[in-house]
């Protein structure tokens, strides 16, 4: 591949988030980092496994029918994953902007889309506003890297809670959207939504900071 | 001001006694016995027996090291929770006898929040870190935000210390095994996979320690068994820290708990931050692992920023958690 001008549009703890270009289109990669402070042997297995486990995450959420951006590229050995750059905003960067109607509507889809990875036992791990994309209408989930597959009232309750922290801490004028997020949950996830809201009462009790 | 603390929430029963000076704390003393089990793991009631036995020789001790007398002590602070129930008693005991006879003011205080206190009180330049607080039954990172000392991370099912214990009597190493576990493992580098446990912010060690015993019996040599425990488990530790400072934006990291006198944790901690371009501390180590000094220093923090305790408010609270304290010294 020819060498392209590339962009770091975001450094965070466990890996750099790169624009750059793939067979000619804009993409973006997600490019592990090592660390100098553990071993070679656990260095590289995580950063394969967890390479591995994201691109899988991303493709069940797609099954679900959750927009997530293509994936062009999965390269284990050193921990890159290429993907569709999408054109479109981050939902926390327009949230505040948006009319009511439409902020309401905004969080019903929010809700569907976290309740459709749900109803797949997918758990995103870090839904915040930062993490979701309006492209097109088309409102994209990224950065399953803290994600699993788990099927316990337990971590779907979290997921939600950390959305719900997420819009009371950035977008603290509309924290009571969240009840809107809730309603669309409820429209769509399978399962026992009254034990994942009280699951999610436990949590606040618990007063746990994430 | 100066201020006698007693810490009693586990093993340890210690009289520390310090003062402060242009905000910085100095430790006149800071004295303390641990309790051993004979065999197996602590039992509560007979740690707390061995603290109520030691707790006047103790305190005579740190007393007779400054040369003061109890009546220019000013205040007693004590270790309100979290701990076990049985040995929190004896230290709260201890504490409301001393304050009965010598008519004193008395603060309980969390003995996790101490632990980060300490470390700013007697590091000048360490401000505003992130707490990695690893000892016996505690494994957390703990931070300043939004106006309190938050969990960002801990584990969920038992703390690392506990962890190298265990592993230490299915082997047959003495009590506190986490140094011995440091010495076998420096001399081996082959590493045997063990589960690596990290669910966002937490972490488990009770897998890692199920696997460990499988390779011992085996027949796989300790050394080798030794090493790969600790590089998983402090790779996980310190992974949890790593996000928890970029979450947090501080550019500060802070050791605490007994297993922070751990050379190889250390070094580890030092090259995350290094490569963050953030400063490392870790405080000496008698200030690392249980103590009254931390306890003193926390009890004068909150005593100076207006906090008063009735004697009937000087409870225990075995699950005292760390985002309860409310903050009124920062």
Redesign the interface.
């Known amino acids: 591949m020819a060498l392209t001008r590339e962009k770091i549009l975001y450094q ?3 890996a750099k988030i790169v624009l750059t270009e793939y067979l000619g289109r804009k993409a973006v990669q997600k490019r592990r980092l090592h ?5 070679k ?2 260095d590289e ?2 950063i394969s496994l967890r390479t591995k486990e994201e691109a899988k995450l991303m493709a069940a959420a797609r099954k679900q029918g959750v927009s997530v951006p293509i994936i062009y590229d999965v390269d284990l050995k050193n921990g890159v994953i290429t993907m569709e750059y999408l054109e479109g905003s981050r939902v926390k960067d327009i949230f505040n902007l948006l009319g009511d109607d439409e902020r309401r509507d905004l969080c019903y889809r929010i809700g569907e889309s976290i309740a459709k990875l749900h109803n797949g036992d997918i758990i995103h ?2 839904i915040t506003t930062s993490n979701m994309i309006l492209y097109e209408d088309r409102l994209y989930f990224i950065d399953f890297g ?1 994600g ?1 597959i788990n099927s316990e009232v337990e971590a779907k309750g ?1 997921d939600l809670h950390v959305l719900m922290e997420a819009i009371a801490s950035t977008h603290a004028k509309y924290t009571g959207y969240f009840t809107y997020v809730i309603e669309g949950y409820q429209n769509i996830y399978h399962g026992d939504v009254k034990a994942i809201k009280s699951k999610m009462e436990e949590i606040i009790r618990r ?4 | 001001m100066i201020v006698l603390g007693i810490e009693g929430t586990a093993h340890t029963f210690g009289v520390g006694i310090v003062e402060d000076e242009d905000g910085c704390c100095r430790v006149l003393a800071n004295v303390m016995t641990t309790y051993t089990p004979k065999e197996g793991g602590i039992h509560p009631r007979e740690a707390a027996n061995h603290h109520a036995e030691h707790a006047a020789e103790i305190i005579s001790q740190a007393l007779s090291k400054t040369g003061f007398s109890m009546r220019e002590v000013d205040l007693i602070a004590f270790s309100k929770g979290p701990g076990l129930g049985p040995c929190l008693r004896t230290a709260a005991t201890a504490a409301r006898a001393l304050v009965a006879t010598y008519s004193k003011p008395i603060i309980g205080v969390n003995h996790c929040v101490a632990h980060l206190e300490i470390g700013r009180g007697v590091i000048p330049e360490c401000n505003d870190p992130v707490l990695l607080y690893t000892s016996g039954a505690n494994t957390q990172v703990i931070a300043f935000a939004e106006g309190k000392y938050r969990v960002f991370g801990e584990t969920l099912d038992i703390g690392i210390g506990n962890c190298l214990d265990k592993f230490g009597r299915i082997v047959g190493l003495p009590f506190p095994s986490g140094p011995v576990i440091e010495k076998l493992a420096s001399k081996s580098s082959r590493y045997l996979p063990l589960p690596y446990s990290v669910k966002g912010m937490d972490i488990a060690f009770s897998g890692l320690l199920t696997a460990a015993e499988q390779y011992y019996k085996r027949g796989e040599p300790v050394e080798d068994i030794c090493y790969s425990i600790q590089e998983t488990a402090f790779a996980a530790l310190v992974e949890v820290t790593e996000r928890a400072m970029a979450h947090t934006e501080k550019t500060q990291v802070l050791l605490g708990g007994g297993v922070a006198a751990n050379n190889r944790l250390r070094e580890m901690v030092k090259t995350m931050a290094e490569d963050r371009n953030a400063e490392f501390f870790v405080p000496p180590r008698d200030l690392c692992v249980d103590n009254g000094a931390m306890i003193a220093w926390l009890g004068l923090l909150m005593y100076k920023s207006g906090v008063r305790m009735k004697l009937e408010e000087t409870t225990i609270d075995q699950r005292f958690r760390t985002d309860m304290v409310e903050v009124t010294w920062r």
């Open positions: 965070g703890a466990e660390k100098r402070y553990r071993i042997e656990i297995q995580l791990g870090d803290l699993e979290v007063g746990r900071y994430r």
